[in-house]
């Protein structure tokens, strides 16, 4: 069993900056890519980072400059800072992780519970 816990999310103004956190921990074996999504009230989820295991990122356009992907192999752990926040970065993040159990022959998809980031004056 594999589970995804994130922290860091709240409330900030327009500009403020917030770094979020999200730890696998488990039956882990090998973690390959990790990432960040973000679901706004009544939108679909949209990626917002990734991160291979090798450290190559990517990014959606509209946070690109501002927020910055990260991770810790040691420590099983993905980092998304967020600088420069606008009203519309205001979402649940979940942390996604595809994922080797130990003992598994094939990599799954696991997801954090979400946590809440709202960027308001």
């Known amino acids: 069993q594999v589970q995804l816990v994130e922290s860091g999310g709240g409330l900030v103004q327009p500009g403020g900056s917030l770094r979020l956190s999200c730890a696998a921990s488990?039956?882990?074996?090998?973690?390959?890519?990790m990432g960040w999504y973000r679901q706004a009230p009544g939108k679909e989820r949209e990626v917002v980072a990734g991160?291979?295991?090798?450290?190559?990122?990517n990014y959606a356009d509209s946070v690109k400059g501002r927020f910055t992907i990260s991770r810790d192999n040691a420590k099983n752990t993905v980092y998304l800072q967020m600088n420069t926040l606008k009203l519309e970065d205001t979402a649940i993040y979940y942390c996604?992780?595809?994922?080797?159990?130990?003992?598994?022959?094939?990599?799954?998809?696991?997801w954090g519970q979400g946590t809440q980031v709202t960027v308001s004056s």
């Open positions: 488990g039956s882990i074996f090998s973690i390959n890519v």
């Open positions: 991160i291979t295991r090798g450290g190559s990122t």
């Open positions: 996604n992780a595809d994922v080797l159990g130990v003992g598994m022959k094939y990599y799954y998809d696991y």
